[in-house]
Structure formats: C-alpha cells, structure tokens
C-alpha cells in the first residue's frame, strides 16, 4: 500500500474515533429506574401462611335444662393450598387450608359442675370467585367443605370428669376477602369466614345422666402472606 495513502487512512480513522469519544461526552448517561410491574396473570399455583381470630356461638341442647348457650372466643394459624385461573378481570380457584386453634367456649351451669368445649383444629376445603379491582387487588367470595374437631370437659370442683368426648365435626365456611400483590411472586391477603359445623353427642349415655348436642357455629378474621409459582 502506498505510504500516503497509509497515512491518510490512518488520520480518517483516527478523526472518527475523536467525534464518538467526543459524541460520548457532550451526552452523559442517565439510568432510567426499573420500575416495578404489577402481575397481570394470577393463573398458578400458590402456597401460605395465616393466623387470626375467631368467636361465635355453642349451644347445649338436652332434656333438663333445654338449652345452654355460651360465647366462644379464641385464636387460629395454619397454613393453605391453592390454585387460580384468570380469565379477563375475573379469578377462579380453589383452595385447601388447615389451622389449629384454640377457640373455646365455657359454659355456666347455675352450680359447681362446668363445662367447656374447644375447637381443636379446623380445615376448609373450598372455591373462590373473585374480581380484580386493580391489576394487584383481587376482591373475592369463598365457601366450601369445613371440618375439624371439638373436645368438651366437664369437671366437678376442678376435677374432670367421665362422661363427655371429642367429636369430629363437618359443615360449611363462605366468606369474603381480599389479596393483594405485593411483587408477582408474594401476595398479602386478608380473609372473613363464617363457619357452621353442625350439631353433634358430645356425651356417653352409658355414664353422662344425660343426651347433650352440641352445635358449634363462629366467625373468623384472618391475615396471611401466599407464595406464587
């Protein structure tokens, strides 16, 4: 190659990385911030934590008196199970949870015997059917299958007494919530539940002077966090 032609090439290039160094500088960088982007697909899977509070109403039915009705009040946390799938606004799902509790009711007998019962567990299987009010805030309806077990005390002057047992219970649970996402993976929900789990014998008639049936109906309010996958 001819030398000044060598050299004039050498120059051009040398002019066209100066203008982009200089390019470069007169148009300082600026980062533009990700923002966070709400989760529009609410169809998946999901897993999670709640705890709440609970009360309500048992009543005793026998033949002498003929009913004894007492307030019950306690605590509840357990984990859930569920499913969604979205369509438009509109969410569909099901979900399966399981809580133990302590919400109790204690009943008085005008005299020294007393008598209690105590919602040991309690499971819901159930659908929901929700709205979604804003791309991360879904507004939704509950009810299904609700099931757990109650275990009465009867004692004398503090001291227990035969003739009372645990029963297993199966009834109803519908509601209201609401669940909101707080990135596309982590959502915060907070649920209202009534639930009837029926009447049941609570006593052994071979022991118990008496038939007792025990209905136990109550209402929940709950807080939890769900991980989506």
Known sequence: MNKRYFVAATAVAALASSSALAADFSAPYSATPIAYQAPTEWTGFYAGVFAGVGGGDVVLTAPVPPTIEANSRGGLAGIQVGADYQFDKFVVGAVADIAVTNIEGRFSMGGVPELSSKLDYLGTLRARAGYLATDNLLIYLHGGLAYGRTTPTFSVAGVPQPGVHSVDRWG??????????????????????????GSKTISDPAVFPVALDESFKFHTLKAGVNFRF
């Open 172 to 197: 109803y649970s519908v509601g209201v919530g609401a669940e909101y996402a707080v990135t596309d993976q982590i959502t915060l929900q907070t649920e209202y539940a009534y639930t009837d789990l």
